[in-house]
């Protein structure tokens, strides 16, 4: 028992990747799959047990071995149930009963989560959250996600939108989100929200600036290029970077008012842009959060990278 | 063991109140003392444990009968040793050793919170929180506090500033806060806040208004004063109910959209405009929540008035 195992299953549009791990937070086996969404994406679990399976026996490992098998999904989860609904882009539209047919599949417990959750326990248990108890984390990808975990309980809500970090809403009067409403920080912060107030931004701007330039000659552009132009100096990239950094200093900011967590770690794709975003955010975070809270709650980069999502989905497995 | 009672005190700057409770929520007795400041607030905690004790005797009750104490308090508590600092209405300038006194002068286990974090746990368990594990007070009296109940636990954060909603960032370019920034929920949603508002409403405003009459013949008003005169259909008052609904809103729409609670709770002085107040509110709510928010997180009046203090501080010798 002492030394018993957890697997991490972090299931998403193109791969799934596994971990065994120690339940110390140690990884001592990682590999990953492609992931099959062809036929409404009926292969998808099959997939995953049998490759469970198929490494359970390459390590001479059976399933006393294991505590339990933890995993994180996109789409809407259920997670006393174990099943995932409208998850688009695995092709899965009708609910999918995930934990009967993994612990049918495997003979391991089996607990599941969604992919913005599993990945905030992942950085509040190994990454920048340092274990401790009260960690927030939001990810900047194509969308903006997150996960808030307060007083060592991952936050679910009365119906799973707990941590939804992307429909705070920063500017009421702002862009309207394909959630319905106006002023979300996803419409600001994501990688496509980024893009979308350089070119609102570029519309204005009169000066000299090379990703103006790129504008008008009608090249796509990317938060990337956004990024790398404003560490350049371009002075157009600097302004955009600047508002895109209030409207998530304000945002990270009421996290820190309403929760004081120890930190509040950014991941995604945008963050990419690493301590060159942190400082600009944290100039509005401090100016947005009131003593004590300015005192005390930290802004962090997540640490983990993609792999943030298969170790907090392995966690599940010991909550 | 079955039929051990609890004991709730809410320590306030003018009375101390004590409530014995059962487990299961039932209060079976009542009472309160005048809270004595004096020579720094030496007795205070002297009178709680003869209070305490004497209702013992008439009871017939003795400290094996209880489970334990639970106090809420103001000023800054540390709930792990059980001291409180700086309660300036209590003229508790150093650190007091409130549960080393109280046990000892009791023989009953003691708990203690900060009074707002009580009044979110009375509530959350016997009042408009029905019991619910994920629920959020928020108090508008002279300033705003607040508590939050998430997953079934009492959130404090990593330095005890978590549920201080007063302190939420609704209007970045807003009033300064004696917090020492700007735009705090307080500055506009306090009993003084609302006032503030009217007046500076009150400078701009040019059409018939009773209440602009009220200011400028240079009376004192106060925030029950305006929502009378919006409830009988003053133009001016209307406008700045509207004010205060938006920001309060807005607020309130942000910790639905982090925490997805089932109730967000609203008492104080200022709650005490009741649905007029409650409606106002729901409708800015609605407009900054994303869909599955709006759906499953409802507003909610207070129910318990000031019982609410004494109920939660209870319950704190119960979890």
Partial sequence: M??????GVDLGGTTAKFAIMTPEGEIQQRWSIDTNILDDGKHIVPDIIESINEHL??????????IGIGMGSPGSVDIDKGT????FNLNWKTTQPVKADIEKGTGITFTIDNDANVAALGEQWQGAGDNNKDVTFVTLGTGVGGGIVADGNLLHGVAGSAGELGHVTVDPNGYMCTCG????????ASATGVVRVARDMAEEFAGDSKLKQILDDGDEISSKIVFDC??????LALMIVDRVSYFLGLALANVGNMLNPSFIVIGGGVSAAGDFLLTRVDKYFKQFTFPNVRKTTELRLATLGNTAGVIGAASLAIK
Avoid: H, Q, S
């Fill in 57 to 66: 026996d390459l390590y001479n490992m059976t399933p006393g071995d294991f």
């Fill in 84 to 87: 995932v609904t409208g998850a």
């Fill in 181 to 188: 409403k106006r002023g979300c920080l996803e419409t600001v």
């Fill in 230 to 235: 404003a560490k350049d100096g371009d002075k």
């Fill in 2 to 7: 002492a030394d018993k195992k957890i697997i």
